[in-house]
């Protein structure tokens, strides 16, 4: 079966901090897809990053960065010197090849970025 | 138009009454998404088209629940005999191809409710 775990619910920073928001994921596919959405109050998902499974380096984007490890099944998401704009549902999910856009959504953190 | 767009934003019905949502894709998307998020939780896919056919309905969660696409771009979510369960967030997305290289473009919802 295929799963993703975001183990924390909710999570509460001050502007400037570093944030990391965890994302473990189950599938016994060997080539599969892991995303971050971000969902502001409008309610629009916003697209992140993509990583594909046989990809397993690391990527940073201006104050985002992404750590996948395949060996621990996880796929975590940091915001560096975060801001109040960073303040939002985030999601972590899984897309498996050949299932065309069927992702399996973790049930998401939410962070609130205090000035 | 420029992104998705959803129809209505919000839905107020009775238990039992017949309601359509409307999802118009990103001009030239072939590929197309149906999800519901209910609160509190991340959005569960019901369905997927590619061009005008379904090609998973693998989440619709009972006979109630049926979609169409006729023209290969605009989609309309039907729910007949509406029950209070069915109250979530419908959320519609698009992609230029299928899920194996794309990402997906969501929208921002038709909130519905069901009295």
């Known amino acids: 079966a295929q799963k993703v775990t975001q183990a924390q619910t909710e999570i509460s920073v001050v502007e400037k901090e570093d944030v990391t928001l965890d994302c473990v994921y189950e599938?016994?596919?060997?080539?599969?897809?892991l995303f971050w959405y971000k969902q502001p109050p409008s309610g629009e998902l916003v697209f992140l990053i993509r990583?594909?499974?046989?990809?397993?380096q690391n990527e940073i984007s201006g104050r985002y960065s992404w750590n996948f490890q395949k060996s621990t099944s996880s796929f975590n998401f940091t915001i560096t010197a975060s801001q109040v704009v960073d303040s939002a549902v985030y999601f972590c999910?899984?897309?498996?090849?050949?299932?065309?856009?069927?992702?399996?959504f973790g049930q998401g953190t939410e962070l609130s970025v205090k000035p | 138009g420029a992104g998705v767009s959803q129809t209505p934003s919000n839905k107020v019905t009775e238990k039992g009454k017949y309601v359509e949502l409307r999802c118009d894709p990103i001009?030239?998307?072939?590929?197309l998404y149906w999800y519901r998020q209910s609160l509190g939780q991340g959005p569960e896919f019901l369905i997927y088209?590619?061009?005008?056919?379904?090609?998973?309905d693998s989440g619709l969660p009972n006979d109630r629940f049926f979609a169409v696409r006729p023209e290969g771009s605009v989609s309309t979510l039907k729910i007949q005999r509406t029950e209070r369960g069915d109250s979530a967030v419908y959320l519609c997305?698009?992609?230029?191809?299928?899920?194996?290289?794309?990402?997906?473009?969501f929208g921002e919802g038709s909130r519905l409710t069901v009295l």
């Open positions: 999910a899984l897309g498996v090849y050949n299932q065309g856009g069927k992702l399996i």
């Open positions: 001009s030239g998307h072939t590929a």
């Open positions: 599938t016994r596919d060997t080539t599969y897809y």
């Open positions: 088209f590619q061009g005008t056919g379904a090609a998973d």
């Open positions: 990583r594909n499974s046989f990809d397993e």
């Open positions: 997305a698009s992609s230029a191809t299928p899920l194996d290289t794309g990402e997906l473009f």
